[in-house]
């Protein structure tokens, strides 16, 4: 099993629709978990960080952490034709590794 | 500056050159990362560094893979002898605080024909 499972998409939906983007992770000493957006040609720009399990907003972004469920989600609310990019889910421990633990990423387009 | 800048943008080499890839970190972050980025397999994490502390290598797919970080701040990713699964996008990234996120760069696409 993988440490982190993402759907690759791809995901197309309408101008303004809600979008809902999900990783689940398998190692329960995560504990810190992050959301980056790379455009195409870019590197990944970092768009949610959290530490403990519930909801964090920011503008039209929310950031939800359920530990107990090892899932986590970022939701994207009146979608904008610019947030077409891949999303990555991204985790960390406290402390032992060095590295962040990405998921493959999930292509999203939003459709004027 | 103000971003992490890599040099060169992109690379085509020939199967069995070294390749050397720069990074340019954010100036004041102590720690620079290495990381590959491959189609559909997602960032694969190469090397760590942190201030004057041995790096992390834990990552390094091969011993023809070897990085060096001079003064705290430039690193250099050297490739030996490139075979065709080493293209990929490679990226470099900064940080103060691991923890916190990084900050990455544009990447150097690398591709060995």
């Known amino acids: 099993q993988k440490e982190v499972e993402q759907d690759p998409g791809p995901l197309s939906v309408p101008e303004g629709a809600i979008v809902s983007l999900n990783c689940t992770y398998s190692n329960s000493a995560f504990q810190y978990f992050m959301w980056y957006r790379q455009y195409s040609r870019k590197g990944p720009e970092l768009l949610m960080y959290t530490y403990s399990s519930g909801n964090k907003e920011d503008g039209r972004f929310t950031a939800q952490v359920d530990k107990s469920s090892k899932y986590i989600s970022l939701f994207i609310r009146d979608s904008q034709p610019s947030d077409s990019a891949t999303y990555l889910c991204a985790f960390s421990y406290q402390t032992g590794a060095n590295n962040l633990f990405f998921g493959t990423g999930t292509r999203l387009t939003v459709i004027p | 500056g103000a971003g992490v800048s890599q040099s060169p943008s992109n690379k085509v080499t020939e199967k069995g050159k070294d390749v050397e890839l720069r990074c340019d970190p954010i100036?004041?972050?102590?720690?620079l990362y290495w990381y590959r980025q491959s189609l559909g397999q997602g960032l694969e994490f190469l090397i760590y560094?942190?201030?004057?502390?041995?790096?992390?290598k834990s990552g390094l797919p091969s011993d023809r893979f070897s990085a060096e970080r001079t003064g705290g701040s430039v690193s250099t990713l050297t490739i030996q002898r490139t075979q065709q699964e080493d293209s990929a996008v490679y990226l470099c990234?900064?940080?103060?605080?691991?923890?916190?996120?990084?900050?990455f760069g544009s990447g150097t696409r690398l591709t060995v024909v």
């Open positions: 560094f942190q201030g004057n502390s041995a790096p992390d």
């Open positions: 100036s004041g972050h102590t720690a």
């Open positions: 990234a900064s940080s103060q605080d691991r923890n916190y996120g990084y900050t």
